[in-house]
């Protein structure tokens, strides 16, 4: 089976390329290579490389940016993936994309289920419920799953930054009133796989008779500050590094504003792929265990991660 990936220098694209390489052919296109604001290349490439599945990890993240860049956001998160969904049903190919917490305003008091009705509060959480509608107008085999508070080893994110930060300053401020599942991108991608390697070669097929939106999250929930904590205690005893304390949204004002509970219910994911990612905690401390770029295996030494 002939996959192709998009975002394939992202958190999630990077894994998926790993990830779904026993499969088939991993057909890998980054951003230098593929514009996804460019609606005739998107179809150029699905076209050439006639994939049984194509998987778009790409995606334009920058939540607070995208208030002042809700046009582009739209065009990225929103336009392109019903460019490529449809381009991938032309060819007789499953689509799978991911989208975001941040479709919901985060004013539920359980986790959210598929069900639940979505109300986006900031610009990105809108371009990718576009994204959303239009994957789904398309129809056919597709596959949409939400995840949330994505992390990994490499590229931007709040680990890394809190991991920079902590061993720069004696104190450090952490939101402590949005929750959520920290999520690692690797089982993400390890998600993705088991989906895929259950259609046994014919992911049109099988997900055209599971097609919808499911949420895929890490188990349990903390919040920004328990995540930080985590961290830190992780990499080798808070007392060496910044102190943390926790302080309320209202406190440290973003431009974009944030859903205050990002938990997502992700029974149906395990109802129908048979697929339950483990406690959040879990994958911080494996994410930790076997990653020595992470700035955290530098502080254990001692050593300033940007040195
Ligand atoms: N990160 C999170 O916390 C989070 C939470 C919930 C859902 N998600 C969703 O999960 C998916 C994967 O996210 P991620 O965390 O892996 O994001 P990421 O690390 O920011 O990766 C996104 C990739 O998309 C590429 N990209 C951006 N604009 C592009 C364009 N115009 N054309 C082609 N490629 C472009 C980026 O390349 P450059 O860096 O070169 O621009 C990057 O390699 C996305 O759909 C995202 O919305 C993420």
Redesign the pocket.
């Known amino acids: 089976m002939r996959i192709l990936i998009?975002?394939?220098?992202?958190?999630?694209?990077?894994e998926l390329v790993r990830a779904l390489a026993p499969l088939g052919e991993i057909i890998a296109v980054?951003?230098?290579h593929?514009?996804?604001?460019d609606c005739a290349a998107l179809r150029r490439t699905v076209a050439e490389a006639g994939p049984a599945v194509v998987v778009?990890?790409?995606?334009?993240?920058a939540v607070d940016r995208a208030e002042a860049e809700e046009g582009l956001a739209t065009q990225?998160?929103g336009a392109?993936p019903g460019v490529l969904a449809a381009e991938a049903s032309r060819c007789g190919a499953a689509f799978i994309?991911?989208?975001?917490?941040?479709v919901f305003d985060g004013t539920k008091a359980t986790p959210y289920t598929e069900a639940d009705p979505v109300a986006p509060i900031n610009a990105?959480g809108r371009s990718?419920l576009a994204g959303e509608r239009a994957v789904a107008a398309v129809g056919g085999s597709y596959l949409i799953l939400?995840?949330?508070?994505?992390?990994?080893a490499r590229?931007?994110?709040f680990p890394r930054t809190i991991l920079r930060l902590a061993a720069e300053r004696d104190r450090l401020t952490i939101v402590d009133d949005q929750i959520g599942a920290p999520?690692w991108?690797r089982w993400?991608a390890a998600a993705t796989a088991a989906i895929l390697a259950a259609s046994r070669g014919d992911p049109a097929g099988y997900l055209g008779e599971r097609c919808g939106i499911y949420h895929l999250a890490c188990g349990g929930a903390t919040s920004w500050y328990g995540f930080a904590r985590a961290l830190l205690a992780g990499a080798g005893g808070e007392g060496r590094l910044a102190e943390l304390a926790p302080i309320p949204t209202r406190a440290y004002p973003t431009p974009a504003a944030r859903p205050a509970n990002s938990r997502l219910d992700c029974t149906r994911l395990g109802a129908t792929f048979h697929v339950c990612l483990p406690p959040w905690e879990t994958g911080v401390r494996l994410c930790f265990a076997d990653d020595s770029s992470l700035p955290a295996t530098a502080l254990r030494k001692g050593v300033h991660p940007d040195s």
């Not at 593929?34 to 604001?37: F, S």
């Not at 939400?146 to 990994?152: E, G, H, I, L, M």
Request: charged share 10%.
């Open positions: 998009t975002g394939s220098q992202g958190q999630v694209g990077w980054d951003h230098a593929l514009d996804l604001a778009n990890a790409a995606a334009y993240t990225i998160n392109a994309h991911y989208s975001t917490d941040y990105y990718k939400r995840t949330s508070w994505v992390y990994a590229g931007h994110n999520t991108a993400i």
